[in-house]
């Protein structure tokens, strides 16, 4: 079956089974390996992408329901909201494995576009389906209110 969506700004179309999950599409048909896999049910966040806009789980999203639609990656990820965001990770040094933060860095940047001046409750709820086995929460939390800070400056 052939889909055809936009992806970091670039019309594509593949032919993969209807049930293929956009996230081995994006890595397996497009080269995009930023997004990764984490669980595969949609509870890690690892693959996180914005579809129209939104987060989507990448690796519960059939691409049968992509046609149109247009995603996001974190290799494409650029709004001033996503560039405030990498900053902070990197001055706040969040990372530690690093293997969850594209998502973690999808979900920030999401929640930012939506809450310019996020509150700890409104970071925990909108973080919380993002895992992260290193444990790094409070330092996502510091560098997400840091964002917002270089975002009003």
């Known amino acids: 079956m052939a889909v055809s969506f936009t992806v970091n700004g670039e019309r594509r179309s593949v032919d ?5 999950p956009l996230l081995w599409v994006l ?12 669980c595969g049910i949609a509870q890690c966040g690892a693959c996180t992408v914005m579809l129209d806009g939104a987060t989507r789980r990448a690796c519960v999203t059939p691409v049968s ?12 990820l650029d709004s001033p909201e ?4 990498q900053a902070a990770w ?4 969040v990372p530690q494995c690093g293997y969850c933060q594209s998502g973690q860095v999808v979900t920030a940047t999401a929640l ?19 895992i992260c086995r290193c444990a790094t929460y409070v330092r996502i939390r510091q560098a997400i209110h840091r964002a917002a800070d270089m975002l009003e400056a």
């Open 65 to 76: 329901t992509l046609e149109g639609a247009t995603v996001e990656t974190i290799e494409a």
């Open 82 to 85: 996503s560039r405030a965001v």
């Open 90 to 93: 990197t001055e706040i040094d």
């Open 112 to 130: 930012l576009q939506m809450i310019p001046r996020p509150t700890d409750e409104d970071i925990d709820a909108a973080m919380a389906g993002n």
């Open 27 to 38: 890595r397996d048909e497009l080269g995009l390996t930023g997004t990764k896999f984490g």
């Open 16 to 20: 993969v089974d209807p049930d293929t």
